[in-house]
Nanobody, 130 residues
Framework: QVHVVESGGGSVQAGGSLRLSCSVSGVTGNRLCVAWFRQATGKEREGVALIDSDGNTRYADSVKGRFTISKDNVKNTLYLQMNNLNPEDTAMYYC????????????????????????WGQGTQVTVSS
């Protein structure tokens, strides 16, 4: 059973940076997509960034150029480096995993649909003050 645990959230002022970590364990095989989602109060959960086992990445338009997703295969840990944060980035951030690569992703389906991910962490709160 895949187990996902996030860490690294906190409070920061606008313009600051945070790095989130996502530990993924219990994975079998070498096909995996891991994504960061976020959900602000009163809003739907939205995809932020994704990386697959081949190292391919995807980003939401709202975070391109500010956020970077990366992974350390030795530590089985993924990271989301978030720079130039603004209050609109305030949300609960979730890490999610699924046994797919982007090459296998259903044609025409966005990578950022939460329902395609079967393994979720509990989330970590990010708060950005102005």
């Amino acid at each position: 059973q895949v187990h996902v645990v996030e860490s690294g959230g906190g409070s920061v002022q606008a313009g600051g940076s945070l790095r989130l970590s996502c530990s993924v364990s219990g994975v079998t095989g070498n096909r995996l997509c891991v994504a960061w989602f976020r959900q602000a109060t009163g809003k739907e959960r939205e995809g932020v960034a994704l990386i697959d086992s081949d190292g391919n990445t995807r980003y939401a338009d709202s975070v391109k150029g500010r956020f970077t997703i990366s992974k350390d295969n030795v530590k089985n840990t993924l990271y989301l480096q978030m720079n130039n944060l603004n209050p609109e980035d305030t949300a609960m951030y979730y890490c999610a995993a699924e046994y797919l690569t982007l090459q296998e992703w259903p044609y025409g389906v966005s990578w950022s649909i939460p329902e395609y991910f079967g393994y979720w962490g509990q989330g970590t709160q990010v708060t950005v003050s102005s």
